[in-house]
């Protein structure tokens, strides 16, 4: 049975009728049309469908949609302006950290939720908190010069 609930993604307010056990990744891909967040693993493991929920880097696959209500809901499609790309998507982009792309997004928000809670973050931090998101395509050396060269720019 189908039960009213009310989202803030991206800044906007969307009301939607969803079965309250779909999870978050499913409802802002079926519901909403945001398909930046990715259906990996659907256990938590490889961070392709890591949004920014209230601040955290969380896996959308694993929080079901009424914990989300009343959080501050972030994804891939709302970070970057009316003008310009984020400066971690550019850094992704110019340091060619992106291959296939499928865990780009997952990347990109687990360094945005990184950096805005320890906006020094060395290597090793960084490297750290990107546990819990697989990338087959790239390894991680690109990757992570594109977010310190984001930190870089941020500070």
Same mark, same amino acid.
Do not use: H, M, V, W
């Given at each position: 049975m189908k039960q009213k609930i009310e989202l803030e993604v991206n800044g906007k307010i969307h009301v939607i009728f969803v079965e309250l056990w779909?999870?978050?990744?499913e409802v802002l891909? *079926? *519901?909403?049309?945001?398909?930046?967040?990715?259906?990996?693993?659907?256990?938590?493991n490889c961070g392709a469908c890591t949004v920014i929920v209230d601040g955290k880097a969380i896996k959308s696959c694993l929080m079901l949609v009424p914990q989300a209500k009343g959080n501050k809901i972030l994804t891939i499609e709302g970070?970057?302006? *009316? *003008?310009?790309?984020h400066p971690l998507q550019q850094a992704f982009i110019d340091h060619f950290a992106v291959q296939c792309g499928f865990c780009t997004p997952g990347m990109i928000l687990t360094a945005k939720a990184l950096l805005d809670e320890k906006p020094d973050a060395t290597e090793e931090d960084i490297r750290r908190g990107l546990h819990g998101n697989i990338c087959r395509c790239t390894g991680y050396v690109k990757i992570v010069e594109a977010i310190e060269a984001a930190r870089n720019m941020m500070t």
């Open positions: 779909k999870t978050l990744l891909r *079926e *519901e909403l049309g945001l398909t930046g967040a990715k259906k990996g693993c659907d256990d938590g970070l970057r302006s *009316e *003008e310009n790309l």
